[in-house]
């Protein structure tokens, strides 16, 4: 079974820096696309930063600047460094990945989502 895990969230003050982690475990053939998304109290999810397979980058335009996603496809895991944090990049992040896994057999391709962590930024 796939699994996301997230790590690294926490409680900085504006103008400082975190970076999130998100391992990826199971049976992984490849993995896709890869994404931070981010949730505000009483607001929708959104995308914050996505990365290919091929390496490409997209961002909201809210972060361009100061947030960076990464991958390391040896290890199943992907990065969110978030640098220069306002206090409205407060939210729960969660990871999202498009990956392929071996189900006996045959091939399995699913979208996952990490348990989410929260980043809190004072002002």
């Known amino acids: 079974q796939v699994q996301l895990v997230e790590s690294g969230g926490g409680l900085v003050q504006a103008g400082g820096s975190l970076r999130l982690s998100c391992a990826a475990s199971?049976?992984?053939?490849?993995?896709?696309?890869m994404g931070w998304y981010r949730q505000a109290p009483g607001k929708q999810r959104d995308l914050v930063a996505v990365?290919?397979?091929?390496?490409?980058?997209t961002y909201a335009d809210s972060v361009k600047g100061r947030f960076a996603i990464s991958r390391d496809n040896a290890k199943n895991t992907f990065f969110l460094h978030m640098n220069s944090l306002k206090p409205e990049d407060t939210a729960v992040y969660y990871c999202n990945a498009e990956i392929t896994s071996y189900v006996g057999r045959d091939y399995n391709a699913g979208n996952y989502w990490g348990q989410g962590t929260q980043v809190t930024v004072s002002s």
């Open positions: 990365i290919t397979s091929g390496e490409m980058t």
């Open positions: 199971g049976r992984i053939f490849s993995i896709n696309r």
